[in-house]
């Protein structure tokens, strides 16, 4: 298969390889970086701390998940590090651009040029073909099409034969591949994934996770996922541990083991 249209990633590696560590390639500056990001809602009584002043960089060309038990913060950080929620305190920066300096519209236009969403809930438009909802943003943004981008994404996700298909005619993890073409396709500098396996049997599951995987590594991109599942953050190359709205633990290619380990553990 043709991966020709895609930049050489910067610092992934193939698949099976054993991934160095982000500090061994200091060179490369973050796709993502919250300082001291607090978030809080409500007030007096009902004041939660969904974030208490989380420190953390998403490295370039890397599989990030983001796990904790529920309530910890995870949506709370990642819709914040999306620029889809403004912080209480604290900076996000997402390809160097600080998201605080931004005004609505502003944030929107940067989001539609520099950011991708994969969905749990696939988020699909029913009357149009699958090669139709994979182009629909690059046309709502009046950005034209990258022929050669989009048949190395729609094939580095096994799409082609698919793309006249309505989503009603597809599987689950058909949709989902659709949903990821669509992130990919306008070559965003980081893809959130919101529990993008939460729709899905564990055979769908393990296939969208290893098009995460392959995204990154063989297209270069930065993909950061928020899920509970421990099966999901293993394919990622590191995990964020959340506890009470602090990082607990971020770990670099940790097995499920140790992955267990960190999510007993609380914040001290
Ligand atoms: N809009 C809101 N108003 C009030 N409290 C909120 C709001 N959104 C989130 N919270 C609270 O903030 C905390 C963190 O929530 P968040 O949804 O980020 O956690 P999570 O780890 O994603 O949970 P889950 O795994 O259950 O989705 C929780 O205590 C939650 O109840």
Partial sequence: MSTAAFPSPS??????????????????????????????????????????????????????AIMGPSGSGKSTLMHCLAGLDAATAGEVEVAGRRLAGLDDTALT?????????????????????????????????????????????VTLLGLADRLGHRPSELSGGQQQRVAIARALVCDPDIVFADEPTGNLDSEASAEILGHLRRSVHEAGMTVVMVTHELEAAAYADEVVVLHDGAVSAHLVEPTVDVLTAALRRRVA
Wanted: cysteine-free; hydrophobic content about 40%.
């Fill in 11 to 64: 610092t992934g590696s193939p698949i099976g390889s054993q991934t160095p560590s982000p500090t061994s390639s200091p060179s490369a500056a973050p796709a993502a970086r919250a300082t001291g990001l607090t978030k809080t809602y409500g007030q007096g009584d009902n004041l939660v701390h969904a974030l208490r002043g989380v420190d953390l960089e998403i490295s370039r060309a890397r599989f990030t």
């Fill in 109 to 153: 236009l940067f989001r539609r040029e520099h950011i991708g969403f994969v969905f749990q809930a696939f988020n699909l438009l029913p009357m149009l073909t699958a090669g139709q909802n994979i182009l629909l943003p690059l046309e709502l943004a009046g950005r034209s099409v990258d022929r050669d981008r989009y048949d190395a994404v």
